[in-house]
């Protein structure tokens, strides 16, 4: 079994930022690509940053200086680090992942999901 689980989410003003955490557990031999996604309530779930195992990042147009993805391998996590919050960013964000398992197959899995709410 393996999963993931996020960290770090809550309530947070204009203009303020958040470090949301995600930890891979299980019978993972090795974590691939790990990804940020979010989704507002009556909105799809989009994606809002990529980073590759090499540490290759990507985001979102509209996070794009703003949010920073990182990760550590050794630990299998992943962090988001979120500044400059807006209203918009409000969303339950969930973390996402590739792993190879101990049985050599691909799964991709999800965190449960952290809410995270930009409000004054």
């Known amino acids: 079994q393996v999963q993931l689980v996020e960290s770090g989410g809550g309530l947070v003003q204009p203009g303020g930022s958040l470090r949301l955490s995600c930890a891979a557990s299980?019978?993972?031999?090795?974590?691939?690509?790990m990804a940020w996604f979010r989704q507002a309530p009556g909105k799809q779930r989009d994606l809002v940053a990529t980073?590759?195992?090499?540490?290759?990042?990507s985001y979102a147009d509209s996070v794009v200086g703003r949010f920073a993805i990182s990760r550590d391998n050794a630990k299998k996590m992943v962090y988001l680090q979120m500044s400059s919050l807006k209203p918009e960013d409000t969303a339950v964000y969930y973390c996402?992942?590739?792993?190879?398992?101990?049985?050599?197959?691909?799964?991709?899995?999800w965190g449960q999901g952290t809410q995270v709410t930009v409000s004054s």
């Open positions: 996402n992942a590739v792993v190879t398992t101990t049985a050599l197959s691909l799964a991709t899995i």
């Open positions: 980073i590759t195992r090499g540490g290759t990042p």
């Open positions: 299980g019978s993972i031999v090795r974590v691939n690509v």
